[in-house]
């Protein structure tokens, strides 16, 4: 899911814009019936269909940053 995720950044720079602009912002799936792609119903799940996606906002953040200098 992570690579899927990354590719499907990486090849759209509408939607790579979009999540680069959410800069540091949690993002979270709430669903509560998922309490491992999403938070669940008590809140702590854990969040992998948000964790994924603030994963690669880093990573295109690093590769910008090493493409610019």
């Known amino acids: ?3 899927a ?4 950044f990486r090849a759209h720079a509408d939607i ?3 999540l680069l602009l959410t800069v540091d912002e949690e993002i979270a799936e709430d669903t509560a019936t998922d309490h491992h ?8 799940g854990e969040n992998m269909l948000g964790r994924i996606p603030m994963r690669t906002r880093n990573q295109l953040r690093a590769e910008g940053r090493d493409q610019s200098g």
């Open 1 to 3: 899911m992570r690579r």
């Open 5 to 8: 995720v990354a590719a499907k």
């Open 16 to 18: 790579r814009g979009i």
């Open 37 to 44: 792609w999403g938070r669940g119903r008590t809140g702590t």
